[in-house]
C-alpha cells in the first residue's frame, strides 16, 4: 500500500526559510519528486529525488533518506509569491506510476 | 513547450449521465494519467496508461473507465456519473521512466 504524508498547513515569513517534510511508507520506491500548486493552477515539477541527500535548484532544495522514508523541502528568501500548495509524490518500481500525499498549503505573510 | 489539453474546464452533469473527459498531449509522451483531486485528499490516481491501448488500475478507479486508442489521447469516462465524483479531474503526461508529470489545466465537474 502507499502512505505519503506531510503537515496540511504552513504560514511563513517573506524573507525567510521554510522546510516541508513528507514522510512515505510505500510498497515500492524509485523516486520522490516534490510539485508545485498555485490556487486554481495544475502542479508544476520543482524537484526530483532518487538517491539519498541533498539536490539543490535555486531557492528551493530537497532532501531524501531512503532508510527513513522521508525527504523535505527548503525554500529560501521566501518570496509572496511562492504561497503554494506544495505537493510531494513517490515513484513506484514499475517506474509508470506516480503517486501524492494531500499536499502542504504554505502562506507566506509580509 | 510540453502542452496537456483538457477538454473542459468546467463541466454540470445530472446523476446518472454518461461523461467523457478527453485529453490530449503533443510532446509524444507514452505515459498519461488521470487523478482527481480533492480538498484534504490531495491527488488519487484513478487510471493510468504506459501505451496505447495499455491500461492500469489506480488506487480508486471504482465508478470510471479510461480509453487509449491514440498515443497523445486519454479519456476518462464515467459510465453512470453520481454526485460523490464531483470533483477536480487532472490529466498528466510523461516520458517512459517517469521522470515528472506535466499536468493539464484540469477539468472541473459538478454531478447534480
Known amino acids: 500500500g502507499q502512505n505519503i504524508d506531510q503537515p496540511t498547513e504552513m504560514t511563513a515569513t517573506e524573507g525567510a526559510i521554510v522546510q516541508i517534510n513528507c514522510t512515505y511508507q510505500?510498497?515500492?520506491?524509485?523516486?520522490l519528486f516534490w510539485y508545485q500548486q498555485h490556487a486554481g493552477e495544475a502542479p508544476t515539477f520543482l524537484s526530483y529525488n532518487v538517491l539519498d541527500g541533498l539536490e539543490e535548484k535555486g531557492r528551493f532544495s530537497s532532501f531524501l533518506s531512503r532508510s527513513k522514508g522521508y525527504s523535505y523541502l527548503l525554500l529560501k528568501e521566501l518570496q509572496m509569491k511562492d504561497s503554494a500548495s506544495y505537493l510531494c509524490a513517490v515513484r513506484g518500481y514499475n517506474n509508470n506510476d506516480m503517486r501524492f500525499g494531500a499536499g502542504t498549503r504554505l502562506t507566506v505573510k509580509p | 513547450d510540453v502542452k496537456v489539453t483538457q477538454s473542459s474546464r468546467y463541466l454540470v452533469k445530472r446523476t446518472g449521465e454518461k461523461v467523457f473527459l478527453e485529453c490530449v498531449q503533443d510532446?509524444?509522451?507514452?505515459?498519461m494519467f488521470w487523478y482527481r483531486q480533492d480538498p484534504g485528499l490531495g491527488l488519487r490516481l484513478i487510471y493510468f496508461?504506459?501505451?496505447?491501448?495499455?491500461?492500469e488500475k489506480g488506487d480508486i478507479p471504482e465508478g470510471y473507465s479510461v480509453s487509449r486508442e491514440k498515443k497523445e489521447r486519454f479519456s476518462l469516462i464515467l459510465e453512470s456519473a453520481s454526485t460523490n465524483q464531483t470533483s477536480m479531474y487532472l490529466c498528466?503526461?510523461?516520458?517512459?521512466?517517469?521522470?515528472?508529470?506535466?499536468f493539464g489545466e484540469g477539468s472541473r465537474l459538478t454531478v447534480l
Open positions: 510505500t510498497s515500492g520506491f524509485n523516486g
Open positions: 498528466a503526461s510523461s516520458l517512459k521512466g517517469l521522470r515528472e508529470l506535466f
Open positions: 510532446m509524444d509522451h507514452e505515459n
Open positions: 496508461s504506459y501505451d496505447v491501448k495499455m491500461k
